[in-house]
């Protein structure tokens, strides 16, 4: 799938993006990843593309003109944009798992006191949450939101089962995790994970999920 990033800041998602499992993706191919700068679509001199709000108050807010610019040139039949905002839609896996079967999407970060809202009125298809609190701006927000629906494109993960036993996956905390070495000053693996028995251990990792779900998440369980 293609995606398209605006920002101000674009070297803050060289290495959110360019590393680790996203990395790779981009390289196989699986992700074409672009990352703009919303200056390029400036036309004064200072490659403007914020100013101070009508009616007073502090902080700047993004203008429209580069952002249109910038979108209206960047998107194709079918492409959807999204803003990240905290008033928007909630993340999740299932927000994550839409979005990845899109063909093309363009994230708009926002920054300082946000966009300017004829933006959002004409030129946004939707607006996705992180979480309920401020960031400093919203390129961060968006490398969140990439990293959660490229799990979902094929081929972007090494292994079939990575998403079923993940977190939230199935509405329930991940299980406990060991590797190597079985006792570790005293601390020993729990034996079920030894025993080699696949069904054992499928019902062990399925009953200490659920006991931290309990736990921790009560709200996710019905």
Do not use: C
Request: aromatic share 6%; glycine share 10%.
């Amino acid at each position: 799938m293609r995606i398209d990033l605006l920002t101000l800041f674009p070297a803050m998602l060289d290495g959110l993006l360019g590393e680790s499992i996203i990395g790779k993706a981009r390289e196989r191919g699986h992700i074409d990843l672009r990352i703009h700068n919303l200056r390029d679509w400036s036309t004064d001199k200072h490659k403007t593309a914020d100013d101070r709000p009508f009616g007073g108050g502090a902080g700047m807010v993004l203008k429209p003109e580069p952002v249109f610019a910038a979108i209206e040139q960047l998107r194709t039949p079918g492409s959807r944009t999204i803003y990240l905002s905290p008033d928007g839609t909630p993340l999740s896996p299932t927000v994550g798992q839409r979005l990845a079967g899109e063909q093309h999407l363009i994230f708009l970060s926002g920054h300082y006191e946000g966009i300017d809202q004829r933006i959002r009125d004409h030129i946004i298809d939707e607006e996705i949450s992180i979480g309920d609190y401020v960031l400093t701006n919203g390129t961060i927000a968006a490398a969140v939101v990439v990293d959660v629906l490229a799990r979902f494109i094929p081929g972007v993960l090494g292994e079939e089962n990575s998403l079923t036993h993940e977190s939230f996956t199935r509405n329930l905390l991940d299980f406990p995790q060991y590797t190597r070495p079985a006792d570790f000053r005293g601390w020993k693996v729990p034996e079920v994970l030894l025993s080699g028995n696949h069904a054992l251990i499928e019902r062990w990792r399925l009953e200490q999920s659920l006991e931290k779900t309990r736990r921790l998440r009560p709200d996710l369980l019905p």
